[in-house]
């Protein structure tokens, strides 16, 4: 049974840093991607980054690029997601997802994604 677990959310103020680890067991690592979505509270849920873990290419939404950062450690089937230059906007729970696309469109195909772990908290304050 595939199975994703994330970790590493909690409290920051702004322009702080966070890392999200992702693990991942159950699957072949290698054959799927892997996102990072949020969801703030009445808002749709929006994809984040994604990582091809067979490649190593990435995606990044506009509204993180240049201060967030995926990495696939392959070894440890892990995913992580550094966060720096937090803003109160990023606040939201995150989820880690395995599957596709992995590029632009993972906001509006996120059902696609096949396995998604239980989330966690990101809060910053300003």
């Known amino acids: 049974e595939a199975q994703l677990v994330e970790s590493g959310g909690g409290l920051v103020q702004a322009g702080g840093s966070l890392r999200l680890s992702c693990a991942a067991s159950g699957f072949t690592y290698d054959d799927y991607g892997i996102g990072w979505f949020r969801q703030a509270p009445g808002k749709e849920r929006e994809g984040v980054t994604c990582?091809?873990?067979?490649?190593?290419?990435?995606y990044y939404a506009d509204s993180v690029k240049g201060r967030f950062t995926i990495s696939s450690d392959n070894a440890k089937n892990t995913v992580y997601l550094q966060m720096n230059s937090l803003k109160p906007d990023d606040t939201a729970v995150y989820f880690c997802?395995?599957?596709?696309?992995?590029?632009?469109?993972?906001?509006?195909?996120?059902?696609?994604?096949?396995?998604w772990g239980q989330g966690t908290q990101v809060t910053v304050s300003s």
């Open positions: 990582i091809s873990t067979s490649d190593g290419s990435t």
């Open positions: 997802a395995a599957g596709w696309p992995c590029m632009s469109t993972m906001t509006q195909d996120s059902m696609k994604f096949s396995s």
